[in-house]
């Protein structure tokens, strides 16, 4: 078998050291002894924005959380308009310049698209500053709302964070969120939050494999009148 290989590594703001490594044509980003994410898995990701965005009222603009190796803005570059804009926020520099570097072409080179603009700071700030800004905000910089990777993060699956993320979105946008299973709890207080909620899955891996929780909250249109609709 061919052995992995360390091509780089980094701290991110924790102090936590990732280390980008490659087997062949395999690419991964490990952290603490783990993958992070590999290149070989990421059909989940890819959904994550295929269904956001399909239940998204407009795609004028998009929020995404957590740069990963680009499959998710990938596929939210082929679902948006010409005249669109994707921000990409990213808490950790190197994981930008890796895709900007070696991990360019796994997704077509997504960082290449004028429509994209890449940010270098917590999204938690981001969603926080913004009002009805966003018609799709996509967060994969956790394992779920309960299996967080850096402990500040916890602070966007509270209600709280809830708050923000309904704010942040304009009425009929959508708040997606990848998990590693469904989390009743986070659901719950999205919905005291006055959005409504529903579950998506996705299979990652090719040919089956374990199945992925897409978590969704959408901030309803209103009526002429006030009226929400439903």
Do not use: C, Q
Request: aromatic content about 4%; cysteine-free.
């Amino acid at each position: 078998m061919i052995p992995w290989e360390t091509v780089d590594r980094t701290r991110a703001p924790d102090g936590a050291e990732l280390i980008l490594a490659r087997r062949g044509g395999e690419w991964a980003i490990r952290a603490g002894g783990r993958a992070l994410m590999s290149s070989r898995a990421h059909a989940s990701e890819e959904a994550l924005a295929a269904i956001a965005l399909r239940r998204a009222r407009r795609r004028e603009k998009v929020l995404i959380g957590g740069l990963g190796m680009g499959f998710t803005l990938r596929a939210v570059l082929d679902r948006l308009p010409a005249g669109a804009r994707a921000i990409v926020v990213e808490v950790v520099p190197a994981v930008v310049e890796w895709n900007r570097g070696p991990l360019a072409p796994l997704a077509g080179r997504p960082l290449d698209d004028p429509r994209v603009r890449v940010v270098i700071d917590d999204v938690r700030r981001r969603i926080a500053e913004a009002r009805g800004a966003y018609d799709a905000i996509l967060l994969d910089v956790d394992n779920g709302p309960e299996a967080v990777v850096r402990p500040e993060n916890a602070g966007l699956y509270g209600a709280g964070g809830a708050a923000a993320s309904r704010d942040a979105l304009r009425e009929g946008g959508v708040l997606a969120v990848w998990s590693a299973g469904a989390d009743p709890l986070f659901r719950a207080r999205l919905e005291r939050a006055g959005l409504e909620t529903e579950e998506a899955w996705a299979t990652e891996g090719p040919g089956g494999g374990r199945r992925r929780a897409i978590l969704l909250a959408r901030r309803a249109p209103r009526r002429p009148g006030g009226r929400r609709v439903l």
